[in-house]
């Protein structure tokens, strides 16, 4: 059995690693379009050994297309996805705008892959946050071990979740740096080379940053509503990898050794015990890599049944494009079988 994809979005870093990973895991594809703005239209773009040409997505028919990944920003994204739907595919969607809507499905697969079943009253699924993603897949044993009363977690996340124009300031400011130029920001408020910005999104009224309050809303919705989210996200002047240093409460107690040992035989999750040569894990070491990769495990002595560690990893893939396509994966296996 084989299927009809469209990467919409394909030409933004989210929707090029789509391509890549639909490839690299031989995901059943009968044709592969690859959809974007009229800008990109008519660009070649690479799809394993061969070259596929962009088509533009104001034009395109969504007729006979079995599966959408999509991802070109939450305002398009709105105004597509449910075109999409309607035509009888099923949208596997990476921006933000859907994922609180109550009748759309919001997926890791690692965690809870049996809300994929409710696809079906919108024809959508929403991928989480990739700040979101990695934190609950480690979070999962854990809760299911000693039920998790509050997180604090602290993020440093790469500007590549910015997007490629956010990847170029980056780059283009810490040259300048170098050469006496003054920074000129664009896509940040602030300086982003050489530096940290304690802004991710827009300020709500609560005076947390939207991307604060996503991490909030859709580890209740993932895991358990009654889970207590403290984030505080910050952006760093890193190209690729997010870093989190996360701190939880239990109901039960539960060692940092039984934590390391559940970690050890969680799928999608690699431990780094500071016993080893490597004693942890840093973004630009876990660049291309699929798993969420935990070190510095440790217990909290401030607090009854605490536990802190450190997790990272690629944005670009578990934290978008991989856990986009694992649930495809999940859904033509249990759900579209033809």
Same mark, same amino acid.
């Given at each position: ?26 995901? @059943? ?9 009229? %800008? ?33 920003? &939450? ?30 499905? $919001?997926?890791? @697969? ?30 999962? @044993? ?7 009363? %509050? ?12 997007? /490629?124009?956010? +990847? ?14 003054? @920074?000129?920001?664009? /896509? ?15 300020? +709500? ?14 580890? /209740? ?23 989190? +240093? ?14 390391? &040992? ?35 495990? %440790? ?17 670009? %893939? ?17 759900? $579209?079988?033809?």
């Amino acid at each position: 059995m084989s299927y009809k994809v469209a990467v919409v979005g394909a030409s933004g870093n989210v929707g090029r690693e789509m391509l890549n990973i639909l490839n690299e895991r031989g995901f @059943p594809v009968s044709e592969v379009h690859a959809v974007a703005s009229s %800008r990109s239209a008519g660009q070649e773009i690479s799809f394993g050994d061969n070259d596929i040409k962009i088509e533009d997505l104001a034009k395109f028919d969504f007729k006979g297309i079995d599966i959408v990944l999509s991802s070109p920003g &939450a305002k398009i994204s709105a105004e597509f996805a449910p075109k999409a739907a309607a035509a009888g595919a099923v949208v596997i969607d990476n921006t933000s705008h859907f994922r609180t809507d109550p009748d759309v499905p $919001l997926v890791v @697969p690692e965690v809870n892959p049996h809300a994929i079943a409710d696809y079906k009253k919108k024809g959508i699924i929403a991928n989480p946050n990739c700040s979101t993603i990695q934190m609950v897949v480690t979070l999962k @044993p854990l809760h299911d071990a000693a039920k998790i009363k %509050r997180v604090v977690v602290s993020t440093y996340q790469s500007v590549s979740g910015g997007g /490629k124009d956010a +990847m170029d300031e980056l780059f283009n400011q810490t040259r300048g740096v170098f050469m006496n130029a003054t @920074p000129d920001p664009q /896509k940040f408020k602030k300086q982003i080379a050489f530096n940290v910005i304690p802004q991710i999104d827009v300020f +709500m009224d609560d005076r947390r940053t939207k991307e604060e309050w996503k991490m909030d809303v859709e580890t /209740k919705k993932i895991l358990d509503p009654k889970i207590k989210v403290c984030a505080n996200c910050v952006r760093v002047p890193v190209f690729i990898g997010h870093a989190e +240093m996360v701190n939880v409460e239990f109901e039960r107690e539960l060692s940092a050794l039984d934590a390391m &040992a559940l970690l050890q035989k969680t799928r999608g999750v690699t431990v780094i015990d500071l016993e080893t040569d490597m004693e942890f894990v840093t973004p630009v070491e876990i660049q291309g890599e699929d798993n969420v990769f935990v070190s510095r495990l %440790r217990d909290d002595p401030t607090v009854d049944n605490g536990l802190n560690f450190w997790c990272v990893a690629d944005n670009l %893939r578990k934290g978008a494009a991989l856990n986009a396509v694992q649930i495809a994966e999940v859904l033509v296996r249990d759900y $579209l079988k033809k």
